[in-house]
């Protein structure tokens, strides 16, 4: 008789002990909408989560073009608390697939390890033992919704995807609508040059993560007092 094949949705349960006691809690944090509300929030005891996705078209011809998760990295506001992981997969290019084994020196056979399903159990369990009160990003719309549809594609359980119970932190809509007063968005390496922030790696997960963190600590700041 053939096994049946176990789901992330059960491994993830069968890892978590006490994973029933907290599935159904909801963020107690309240929205923010103005960089008032974030530099206070900086300044209290919540605690917040740095998000980012970088990602690679899927090269198979049954969804050609379809955006696949590659890289995702956090990192804890104000800590070295931090996660960092690649994806690998057949669904690249045979240039991706070069690209990533150079830049992670890894053979082809150790490579293959690096699964959306392994990378995202390492990822619920960081969240679950961070337990952040907001997920912060830039510009959350296209990271969330890959983030979930690869979530759909392994049937990872609603209850299981714990990223949906934090309440999420949008800087780049905030200083967009705040600071520049519209609704088109302002790129991260931009407002890293309005900033004199220097970003040398734009567009790998963890420098982004580093930045988000940076442009947090310039918000963290009583602006007021430094123009006085």
């Not at 990378?119 to 969330?144: A, E, G, M, T």
Request: hydrophobic share 40%; aromatic share 8%.
């Amino acid at each position: 008789m053939q096994k049946s094949k176990t789901s992330l949705s059960e491994l993830i349960t069968l890892e978590r002990p006490n994973w029933q006691q907290t599935q159904n809690k909801a963020t107690s944090a309240n929205a923010v909408t103005t960089l008032k509300q974030v530099h206070e929030i900086v300044n209290g005891p919540a605690k917040l989560l740095s998000l980012d996705l970088e990602f690679y078209s899927d090269c198979q011809p049954q969804m050609p073009g379809t955006t696949r998760l590659g890289q995702i990295a956090g990192r804890v506001y104000g800590e070295d608390d931090a996660f960092n992981y690649y994806v690998f997969s057949s669904r690249m290019t045979a240039k991706d697939q070069l690209s990533l084994l150079k830049r992670l020196d890894l053979r082809y056979s150790e490579a293959e390890r690096l699964t959306v399903a392994s990378v995202l159990k390492k990822v619920l369990k960081f969240i679950d033992r961070v337990q952040p009160d907001y997920l912060v990003s830039w510009d959350n719309r296209l990271d969330l919704s890959v983030l979930n549809q690869e979530a759909n594609r392994l049937q990872l359980a609603q209850t299981s995807r714990s990223w949906t119970r934090i309440q999420p932190l949008d800087l780049e809509k905030i200083i967009s609508s705040d600071v520049f007063d519209k609704s088109s968005g302002i790129s991260l390496a931009r407002m890293c040059d309005l900033l004199r922030l220097q970003h040398p790696k734009p567009h790998l997960a963890d420098h982004d993560v580093l930045m988000i963190d940076k442009i947090l600590q310039f918000y963290a700041l009583d602006l007021n007092e430094l123009l006085h």
